[in-house]
């Protein structure tokens, strides 16, 4: 109901202004309590937009701006593929030494004769083993040759000294002339161009960018 000679929009405002003020005091009067150590008062949930006099929608909250994917260059993603081959590489290398049998049985053999005791079934077992380990490390080393190429190529620094240290002792191998097969060498010589490659200054860009993305997430 409407009283006449007054405006419709001041009397329904009024209701509203005298609620803020009944909010204002109860607000009050809890601070008091609660400073005198009287308890806890509930306050009474008030809707935002019924406080709203004048009906505009709140505004949206403000989103983060989102950081851009970084990108890895040229640079690490060839390292990233030398590591690969470096991978697979060394893979082959110690699966071709199961065909070597015969050449592991004579070397044992030629040693057994140095002042050795062992027998032609101990020999073949020495050998057997031999070869087992030579696969297994083979494995364990494409393994991780591979796990830490995709960490390299997600931006990851520690996955880069890691793979350096690897390369560094391969080429050690190859400055040391360590006995071997031309598919060991091109594997090793893989792996040290790929260390190269992730340490030209776009790949130190890089790194450096994958590391600021990450701390903004």
Do not use: C, H
């Not at 080429?171 to 893989?190: D, M, P, W």
Request: cysteine-free.
């Amino acid at each position: 109901m409407t009283i006449p000679g007054t405006n419709p929009r001041l009397t329904k405002s009024v209701p509203k202004v005298f609620d803020k003020w009944l909010d204002l005091r109860v607000s009050r009067r809890a601070l008091t309590m609660r400073a005198r150590g009287e308890g806890v008062i509930v306050l009474p949930m008030t809707n935002p937009a019924e406080d709203n006099p004048y009906g505009y929608p709140a505004p949206p909250p403000l989103e983060e701006p989102r950081q851009a994917a970084v990108t890895p260059p040229t640079e690490v993603l060839g390292a990233f593929w030398g590591y690969v081959v470096a991978a697979v590489v060394t893979l082959v290398a110690g699966l071709l030494s199961l065909g070597q049998k015969q050449e592991v049985i004579d070397s044992v053999r030629a040693a057994n004769k140095q002042g050795g005791s062992l027998t032609e079934d101990q020999i073949n077992q020495v050998a057997n083993l031999l070869i087992t380990v030579v696969v297994v490390v083979a494995v364990i080393f494409a393994a991780l040759y591979l796990l830490f190429a995709f960490k390299l190529r997600a931006g990851r620094n520690w996955a880069r000294i890691v793979l350096t240290i690897i390369a560094a002792l391969a080429l050690l191998s190859l400055l040391f002339g360590r006995a071997g097969s031309v598919t060991g060498y091109i594997g090793e010589l893989a792996a040290v161009i790929a260390a190269v490659l992730s340490y030209l200054p776009a790949s130190n860009s890089y790194f450096t960018a994958a590391k600021a993305s990450r701390q903004l997430r």
